[in-house]
T-cell receptor, first 113, second 109 residues
Framework: KAGVTQTPRYLIKTRGQQVTLSCSPI?????VSWYQQTPGQGLQFLFE???????NKGNFPGRFSGRQFSNSRSEMNVSTLELGDSALYLC????????????FGPGTRLTVL | DQQVKQNSPSLSVQEGRISILNCDYT??????FLWYKKYPAEGPTFLIS?????DKNEDGRFTVFLNKSAKHLSLHIVPSQPGDSAVYFC????????FGAGTRLTVKP
């Protein structure tokens, strides 16, 4: 089975721009979670989608949003980018809701200049 | 590419006993490894790490062992407590992090 894929792998944007990141889960997995990884904050939970519905949300501003499509692929959008949004964004998929084994993608490294 | 593997999806132990969580890796170039603990609907929280120049690191009830020749690391929790019940991930530390699939630990009272 192919693993979790994330595109793009690297991205450079400037402040004020917006960005969309994509995640394709493992075939058959219905849950997709997004995380932000920064050196200072570690791994922080953004949100989780299951069957096209956001089921859980972390403590991030409304500039961070996401969605899930009927094929379980998910996108994450960040609007009005700030320097502090520079991070590695990880996506993880699992068969069911969080609590099940999660498989992480390689991440998208976003740099905001 | 599964560079970090956790082959046991679940583990159940009795309270007070030792929990041993295992992790294998394929790339010898990794500088350090981390263990994360995760509760449902939360992000994984950092637990303990080990540098590749060491073979053991201890923090309270948690000890991580690194066997470089076997490309294997393990997390020992002694004594195990019900509050330790969670999913545990091992990960390689890098700009481009790689996580194992996780092992669900259940500690029974």
């Amino acid at each position: 089975k192919a693993g979790v894929t994330q595109t793009p792998r690297y991205l450079i944007k400037t402040r004020g721009q917006q960005v969309t990141l994509s995640c394709s889960p493992i075939s058959g997995h219905r849950s997709v979670s997004w995380y932000q990884q920064t050196p200072g904050q570690g791994l922080q939970f953004l949100f989780e989608y299951f069957s096209e519905t956001q089921r859980n949300k972390g403590n991030f501003p409304g500039r961070f949003s996401g969605r899930q499509f009927s094929n379980s692929r998910s996108e994450m959008n960040v609007s009005t980018l700030e320097l502090g949004d520079s991070a590695l964004y990880l996506c993880a998929s699992s068969l069911d809701l969080a609590g099940a084994t999660q498989y992480f993608g390689p991440g998208t490294r976003l740099t905001v200049l | 590419d599964q560079q970090v593997k956790q082959n046991s999806p679940s583990l159940s132990v009795q309270e007070g006993r030792i929990s041993i969580l295992n992790c294998d890796y394929t790339n010898s170039m990794f500088d350090y490894f981390l263990w994360y603990k995760k509760y449902p609907a939360e992000g994984p929280t950092f637990l303990i790490s080990i540098s590749s120049i060491k073979d053991k690191n201890e923090d309270g009830r948690f000890t991580v062992f690194l066997n470089k020749s076997a490309k294997h690391l393990s997390l020992h929790i002694v004594p195990s407590q019900p509050g330790d019940s969670a999913v545990y991930f091992c990960a390689r530390g890098d700009n481009d992090m790689r996580f194992g699939a996780g092992t669900r630990l259940t500690v029974k009272p």
